[in-house]
């Protein structure tokens, strides 16, 4: 459905339809629509720790970990350390 829709807006043609209309709905990767998903993303995440959580703790039970790993990951995380890619 939305491939017929896909380069009706272009950048900087000044449409109202930028921003994160634009990139989910138009597929537009202009500067005003990509800060628009990751605005919307960032809240979105910032809103949900516990659902942050959850998620690591999937990532990491898929990779071996043991649950009592898990607690210790997770205070690693929240104590700010490897916060990079290392353990997430």
């Known amino acids: 459905m939305k491939q017929h829709l896909i380069g009706l807006i272009l950048p900087g043609d000044g449409d109202h339809r930028h921003g994160l209309n634009g990139f989910s ?16 993303q960032y ?10 959580r959850k998620k690591r703790d999937r990532q990491r039970l898929a990779r071996g970990h043991t649950p009592g ?20």
């Open 43 to 52: 809240n979105y995440m910032r809103q949900r720790p516990d659902q942050q």
């Open 25 to 40: 709905n138009y597929g537009c990767k202009c500067d005003i629509c990509r800060k628009a998903k990751a605005d919307y």
């Open 69 to 88: 790993e898990l607690i210790e990951l997770e205070l690693l995380y929240q104590a700010g350390e490897n916060r990079g890619g290392k353990v997430r």
